[in-house]
C-alpha cells in the first residue's frame, strides 16, 4: 500500500532522529528516510506519542493531497484529534481539490500538561515576530528559533546563524530566554518532484503552501512539554480578509492542541503589515533604544535592495522612523539611495502585489505623519509618490537585455 510508515523514533539526549519507510508512488517524493531535529535541550524524558508530533504535523500534508495512508506506532490523542480539524481547515483553503490520505496511530496517548509558563514564540526577528513579541511581551515568551534547511546536520548555514546571533542579541536585550533548533524538515520532501507533479493542482510549493507552519508549530511541541509552557504562539502572515493558500494560516494554525492543554495561538491576523509596523515603532520610540529587526529571507543582513526591505523602509518612514535604528543600515539619504536601487535593479523586482496589499495603507501613513517627519523622510516620501515605477523597471529591463545580449542569446540556444 501507498505510504509511510514511521518505523522508529531514536532519541540520543537533544537529538532526534524519526526513521521511516516511505513505499509505493510516495517513495520517490522523499530525498532522505530520515527526519531530524537537533534541539538544545535534552528531550530524553519527552514521551513519544509526543515526539511523533513534529514528523507527523511535517509529512502529513503529503498523504492528503496523494491520497496515501501514514502509520505512527502512537501519538498524543490531542494532537491526532487536532491534525483532523487541521485536514478539514486546509481542505476550506484548497476547496478546489480534495484532500483525502489517512493517519493511523497504533495507540493513543492522553497526556497531561503540567503547565509552569504561559506563552514560547517561535521568533525568527522579522517584522511578524516582533509585532507579536511586543504585544505579548509581558508574559515573558520563551523565544524558539528553527533552522529546517540543514541537509545534514554539520551543514554550514550563515543566514540561519546569522538569526542565531541576532536573536540572542535581541533575547539578551529584553530579558528573554531563547532556544532553537535545527533540522532537515524542508528537504525531506523533493520540492522539484512536487513542483513537477502536485504544485500545479494546487498553485504553490510545498515549503510556502503545506510546510512550514505545520513543522514549526510541532517541532516546539516537545519545548513547550518541557517547560510546562501552554500557548504557543506564531506570528501571522497574512491579514485577515486577505485570500491567500498559506500553511500559515488563522484556520489553520489555531487548531493545533496537544497534551489536553496545549495549543497554538496564531497572532495578529487582524492587523494589516503597517499596522504591525505601528505598533513596533511605538515601542522603539517608547524605550528609546535601536530596535533592528531583519526581514530579508535567507541573507545575514538586511540587503537594503530588494522588495522586502523596500516595503519595510517605506512603512517606516511612514510612521516618521529613523531606518537606521530598525537595522537598514543606508549610507546615503533614503532617497539617494533608493532612486539608485531602482535604477539598477527595477527591472528585476516586481511591484504589482505590493501595489495592491501594501501601498494603500503605507502612502496612508505617509500623509497623515507627513508633518512629523525630517528633511531627509520627506524628500523620500515626495520622491516615493512621484516616481513612475512602471517606466523605471521598463527601462531597467531593457539595460539589462542589452548588456547582457550575448550571454542570454547562449543561454536561450543552449551554447
Not at 20 to 46: C, H, M, R
Not at 139 to 151: E, S, V
Not at 178 to 195: H, R
Amino acid at each position: 500500500m501507498d505510504g509511510v510508515i514511521l518505523k522508529e523514533i531514536k532519541v540520543n539526549g537533544c537529538h532526534v532522529d524519526y526513521h521511516f519507510e516511505a513505499t509505493g508512488i510516495l517513495k520517490p517524493y522523499f530525498t532522505t528516510n530520515t527526519l531530524f531535529i537537533e534541539y538544545q535541550e535534552d528531550v530524553s524524558s519527552v514521551p513519544q506519542s509526543l515526539l511523533a508530533a513534529p514528523f507527523v504535523a511535517s509529512i502529513i500534508p503529503l498523504m492528503w493531497v496523494t491520497n496515501t495512508v501514514m502509520w505512527v506506532k502512537e501519538l498524543d490523542k490531542s494532537f491526532y484529534d487536532a491534525i483532523i480539524r487541521i485536514h478539514d481547515a486546509y481542505q476550506r483553503l484548497y476547496s478546489h481539490y480534495p484532500l483525502r490520505g489517512n493517519l493511523i496511530p497504533a495507540n493513543f496517548i492522553e497526556n497531561e500538561l503540567v503547565e509552569k509558563r504561559n506563552s514560547l514564540l517561535l521568533f525568527s526577528g522579522g517584522l511578524d515576530a516582533n509585532c507579536t513579541y511586543v504585544r505579548i511581551r509581558n508574559t515573558k515568551p520563551l523565544l524558539f528559533n528553527i533552522q529546517g534547511w540543514y541537509k545534514q546536520l554539520s551543514d554550514t548555514d550563515y543566514a540561519a546563524d546569522a538569526d542565531i546571533r541576532d536573536i540572542n542579541a535581541f533575547a539578551k536585550r529584553e530579558g528573554l530566554e531563547f532556544t532553537s533548533a535545527k533540522s532537515n524538515f524542508a528537504v525531506v520532501v523533493s520540492e522539484n518532484l512536487w513542483g513537477k507533479n502536485i504544485q500545479p493542482k494546487f498553485g504553490d510549493s510545498w515549503w510556502h503552501g503545506f510546510n512550514h507552519s505545520m513543522a514549526f508549530i510541532s517541532i516546539a511541541i516537545p519545548i513547550a512539554w518541557i517547560y510546562g509552557i501552554k500557548n504557543i504562539f506564531i506570528a501571522s502572515s497574512v491579514p485577515m480578509g486577505e485570500f491567500c493558500m498559506c500553511a500559515s494560516h488563522v484556520t489553520t494554525d489555531s487548531e493545533f492542541r496537544f497534551a489536553q492543554f496545549g495549543k497554538c495561538v496564531h497572532d495578529g491576523s487582524e492587523l494589516v503589515r503597517q499596522e504591525k509596523v505601528q505598533t513596533v515603532v511605538k515601542y522603539q520610540k517608547a524605550t528609546g533604544k535601536p530596535y533592528p529587526i531583519r526581514v530579508c529571507s535567507f541573507n545575514d543582513h538586511n540587503c537594503c535592495e530588494c522588495e522586502k526591505c523596500f516595503r519595510t523602509v517605506l512603512g517606516l518612514v511612514a510612521e516618521a522612523a529613523e531606518v537606521r535604528d530598525y537595522g537598514f543600515h543606508i549610507q546615503k539619504t533614503l532617497k539617494e539611495h533608493w532612486a539608485d536601487v531602482m535604477f539598477r535593479r527595477s527591472g528585476l523586482m516586481s511591484f504589482k502585489s505590493e501595489r495592491v496589499l501594501h501601498w494603500p495603507y503605507i502612502i496612508s501613513r505617509m500623509k497623515e505623519n507627513y508633518d512629523y517627519m525630517n528633511q531627509e523622510q520627506k524628500e523620500f516620501v515626495d520622491w516615493f509618490l512621484t516616481f513612475d515605477f512602471k517606466k523605471a523597471q521598463k527601462e531597467s529591463r531593457l539595460r539589462y537585455y542589452r548588456q547582457n545580449f550575448f550571454s542570454i542569446l547562449k543561454r536561450k540556444l543552449h551554447i
